[in-house]
Nanobody, 113 residues
Framework: QVRLVESGGGFVQAGGSLRLSCTVSGSIFSITTVGWYRQAPGKQRELVAVSTRTRNTIYEDSAKGRFTISRDNAKNSVYLQMDKLKPEDTAVYLC???????WGQGAQVTVSS
């Protein structure tokens, strides 16, 4: 069974940075495509960034140039470095494998203006 644990959320002012971490257990992480999602209150969950098993990266338009997804296969972990944060980035951020497994609790990110 795949288990996902996110960490690193917090409160930051606009223009600031945060780094999220996600540890994945129960899968062969090195051959797993992993994504970071976010869900803001009253909105649908959206895919923000993807790291494929071949280490290619894909970003949602609003994340391009500001967010960086990376992975450490030795630690079964994927990271999301978020820079130049905006109030509209406020959401719960979740990671998941693609295809998806059960969701973790996520990490709350709050950006003040």
């Amino acid at each position: 069974q795949v288990r996902l644990v996110e960490s690193g959320g917090g409160f930051v002012q606009a223009g600031g940075s945060l780094r999220l971490s996600c540890t994945v257990s129960g899968s062969i992480f090195s051959i797993t495509t992993v994504g970071w999602y976010r869900q803001a209150p009253g909105k649908q969950r959206e895919l923000v960034a993807v790291s494929t098993r071949t280490r290619n990266t894909i970003y949602e338009d609003s994340a391009k140039g500001r967010f960086t997804i990376s992975r450490d296969n030795a630690k079964n972990s994927v990271y999301l470095q978020m820079d130049k944060l905006k109030p509209e980035d406020t959401a719960v951020y979740l990671c998941n494998t693609i295809p998806s497994a059960s969701w973790g609790q996520g990490a709350q990110v709050t950006v003040s203006s």
